[in-house]
Each structure stands twice: as structure tokens, then as C-alpha cells.
């Protein structure tokens, strides 16, 4: 079956513009998880989703970081005003549950420049 | 807070070699520990849990409360091992990952 995919691929940013990064979880798929991966680093947890309830957004680095999950399937991950430092790739992940195996899309790399 | 730490960036083997990749943790309760490898041009997935304890592609990796490591071992490396390996954590009462910064793993033929 398919997995997570995620668009766009790459994106590119002139700094202070709003980004949106999507993503689509595997189907039926309860749980949803966003990260962040700068270069030469392992990914760092955002934020997750069970269903449409943000459950812990602890993670998000500042209030320019939004996400949504509105129906329970398709999340956006927003940007505002973005800034150099937000140059990375973002990973999406879902699972069956809270507690099962996290399955990765390809993740989305942002170039802010 | 919990931590995960892969002390070596780079790690370099020559085919049918031993190989053993390296990850300690801190965690005050009993969490999950996890393998996830990253081949090139690929998606991150999952190598093994040690709630499994299972081996694949020969793989193996115990969990030492006592030295608080989560160790990757492979007795005969390949070639097709190369890749990118990350240690992973996941608290008991919680579902985020926390990842360590990973290990690049060649295999040299």
C-alpha cells in the first residue's frame, strides 16, 4: 500500500515569506508526527497529532510554527515569516497508534535563503 | 529529559568484518529503544525494537539497563549495510521519538 507522502519535496524561501508543508499519513492511520532534521543532526520531535487533537506541541521552536490536522487525515505544517535557522529537512510520520511502529514519508527540505 | 547519544559520526568497516554501532542513553523510567536506518536516496525506517528482539538483516541489538546502551551489532557486515543509523527513544508514557544524531556506516568491499 502507499505510505506517508509529503509535498513539496524541496522548497526554496526568500526569508520573512509563510511556507506550508503537507502531509499524508498511510490511511486509517490514528497517529500523526511531525520532526525537524537540520543538517548533520537526527530528527528532532515537533509536534503529533492523534485524529485531529494536537496532543503535544512542545516541540514546535517558536510561535511561528503552526499545525493542523483538521479532519484527522491531511496535516500542514505552516511557517511563518521564516528565518535562515529554519533551513532543514521536515519529516512526517504516522502510526496505527500512539504506541506502534512510526513510518517516515520522504520529508520536505526547506532552503531559507 | 532524555537523551540519546551516538558517540561515533563516521564508522568505517571492511566487508565480512564485525560491526558494532554504539548508543547510550539517559532516561530516568524504562523506555522503548529503537533502530531506524536510512539508506541513500531513501525514507527513514525501522531496523529493529528491542521490545522485538528480533534480528534482521542480522542485526541484533540488546538493551543494558545497568549501562544504559542499546548497542547495533552485526557479526559479518556487508556491503549493503551502508548506510545512515540512528538510535531512538521513546519514553513509556509518551509517543514523540528522540533520536540520536546518527552514525554513518560504510562497508568497504
Known amino acids: 500500500g502507499a505510505g506517508v507522502s509529503q509535498s513539496p519535496r524541496y522548497k526554496v524561501a526568500k526569508r520573512g515569506q509563510d511556507v506550508a508543508l503537507r502531509c499524508d499519513p498511510i490511511?486509517?492511520?490514528?497517529?500523526l508526527f511531525w520532526y525537524q532534521q537540520a543538517l548533520g543532526q537526527g530528527p528532532e520531535f515537533l509536534t503529533y497529532?492523534?485524529?485531529?487533537?494536537?496532543?503535544?506541541k512542545s516541540g514546535l521552536p517558536s510561535d511561528r510554527f503552526f499545525a493542523e490536522r483538521p479532519e484527522g487525515s491531511v496535516s500542514t505544517l505552516k511557517i511563518q515569516r521564516t528565518q535562515q535557522e529554519d533551513s532543514a529537512v521536515y519529516l512526517c510520520a504516522s502510526s496505527k497508534t500512539g504506541g506502534e511502529t512510526q513510518y517516515f514519508g520522504p520529508g520536505t527540505r526547506l532552503l531559507v535563503l | 529529559a532524555q537523551r540519546v547519544t551516538q558517540p561515533e559520526k563516521l564508522l568505517s568497516v571492511f566487508k565480512g568484518a564485525p560491526v558494532e554501532l554504539k548508543c547510550n542513553y539517559s532516561y530516568s523510567g524504562s523506555p522503548e529503544l529503537f533502530w531506524y536506518v536510512q539508506y541513500s536516496r531513501q525514507r527513514l525506517q525501522l531496523l529493529l525494537r528491542?521490545?522485538s528482539r528480533e534480528s534482521i538483516k542480522g542485526f541484533t541489538a540488546d538493551l543494558n539497563k545497568g549501562e544504559t546502551s542499546f548497542h547495533l551489532k552485526k557479526p559479518f557486515a556487508q556491503e549493503e549495510d551502508s548506510a545512515m543509523y540512528y538510535c531512538a527513544l521513546r519514553e513509556t508514557s509518551g509517543s514523540r521519538l528522540t533520536f540520536g544524531e546518527g552514525t554513518q556506516l560504510t562497508v568497504n568491499p
Open positions: 490511511s486509517g492511520h490514528v497517529s
Open positions: 497529532f492523534q485524529n485531529e487533537a494536537q496532543l503535544d
Open positions: 528491542h521490545i
